[in-house]
């Protein structure tokens, strides 16, 4: 029987095979997949902010894309996961509202994204699949079996990446 695990705000989680885990409400956040497809070990992370050197006193290491994407990483090789077949999917980094000006610290969304892809590109963890920006809403779920990511959005459907 499959498992399937859900990541709340601010979480993640790690799964073998075979395992469904699922995230809801990615708005601003960021919704990070790790796969590895040899051993069909799955891992998700739900981030809300780019980096914990803003957070005073803040001991949630997975709410920030700096330290949680580390964490994920972590928690999938003590799973088994091999570093050199792990890709990563991503989902999120709407901008949820309309802002008067330009003030990029509202632009949370965006700049959730951005420093998931770096810290991505530090790790050497391959992006092979995005659904990025936008104002809408996503929940997410990848599958162990075959690493698909499934992005549902009210109003734009089912898709799969």
């Known amino acids: 029987m499959i498992e399937v695990i859900r990541v709340g705000m601010a ?5 073998c095979h075979p395992s469904i885990i699922t995230t809801l409400g990615l708005g601003s956040c960021v919704g990070i997949t790790l796969y590895d497809s040899k051993k069909k070990i799955i891992g998700m992370a ?9 957070a005073t006193a803040n001991t949630n290491r997975a709410k ?3 330290t949680g994407i580390v964490d994920l990483l972590e928690k ?3 799973l088994g996961a091999e570093r050199k077949e ?3 999917k991503i989902a999120g980094g709407a901008q949820m509202f309309n802002f008067a000006g330009s003030n990029e610290t509202l632009k949370i969304g965006a700049r959730n994204s951005e420093a998931v892809k770096q810290v991505l590109n530090e790790l050497r963890i391959p992006i ?3 659904d990025i920006g936008g104002n809408h809403g996503r929940t997410i779920e990848i599958s162990s079996e075959d690493g698909k ?3 549902k959005t009210i109003g734009y ?3 799969y990446l």
Do not use: Q, Y
């Open 11 to 15: 979480d993640l989680k790690v799964a």
């Open 46 to 54: 739900h981030i809300m902010l780019p980096s914990s050197k803003i």
């Open 64 to 66: 920030f894309a700096d």
């Open 76 to 78: 999938m090789t003590a």
């Open 86 to 88: 792990i890709v990563s």
């Open 128 to 130: 092979v699949a995005e």
């Open 149 to 151: 990511l499934m992005v």
């Open 157 to 159: 459907g089912i898709k």
